[in-house]
């Protein structure tokens, strides 16, 4: 088959990628390398059944040739990239989609939107199911994601409803692994760096609001299973195994001799107290939840950061 993945030079699509391709597909892959990066999707520059294109999803694109699915991943995930370019996040998330799913409604193609526990907002239900609405601050500093990509969800449902096309909705819970922008601002790459540094790790508030963190291979397999499906309302992605960033930061302290400190600062405007997915719905649709340990995960993860940043050591 023949698959569109926006965003395929970043963590989530250039792992898709590298998916899809295994199995025997052809991927056009579409990034316009504000956040991502050419090196994640290097090793396919010169694969036969995959071709890149630089192009930016807010503006439209014919792409000749039969597709039989369209992945929308581009999207501004990081705090450190969205609240750098709110607009151009919004963008993604409104035009960028609608761009998208015309690419899909004109191929009478399938389509995925890659959505967000952030839809959730500061939760006043947990853990958080597909049927709780959020409780998100619409005028905030992350108003921009959040609201791009909940107004993403209800475009996606319209093109369902109005044009039948075949949509699925993930909600993506924090996931990581390699491939991640160390700068970023995500805990996961956040505390790796500083900890290979020597640093201090940057515990915010006073380290009790949780995360659930999911490995980059498990959100891939649900990722492809949903795409498979006939489930047209958000299905939750992540793993339920819930730890709060203080014990966190210890687990990370632990994999290097607990030599880096821990250095508090203040907590971000609406930033999520808990996060955790109720992934009952995506185990009985799809037979799908995770399967590697945050150990494991970890273990894979500061391998690569420790081949691919030597410096800073």
Partial sequence: MRYI???????????????????????????????????????LLGNPNFVFIEHDVTKPIEIEGPIDGVF???????????????????????????????????????????STSECYGDPLEHPQKETYWGNVNPVGPRSCYDESKRYAEALTMAYHRVYGLATNIARIFNTYGPRMALNDGRVVPAFIEQALRGANLTVFGDGSQTRSFCYISDLIEGLVRLSQSDERYPVNLGNPAEITILEFAHCIRARFGNKPGIEYRPLPADDPKVRRPDISKAKRILGWEPRVSLEEGLTWTIEYFRKHFPDLE
Avoid at 17 to 40: A, F, K, M, Y
Avoid at 87 to 102: H, P
Wanted: glycine share 10%; no cysteine.
């Fill in 72 to 114: 929308h991943l581009a999207s501004l995930a990081s705090p450190v990239d969205y609240l750098k370019h709110p607009i151009e996040t919004l963008e993604s998330g409104s035009s960028g989609t609608r761009n998208m799913l015309e690419l899909a409604r004109k191929a009478n193609a399938r389509f995925l939107l890659s």
């Fill in 5 to 43: 993945i926006s965003g395929a030079a970043g963590f989530i699509g250039s792992h898709l990628s590298d998916r899809l391709i295994e199995q025997g597909h052809t991927v056009v892959g579409l990034d316009n390398l504000i956040t991502g990066r050419l090196q994640n999707i290097e090793h």
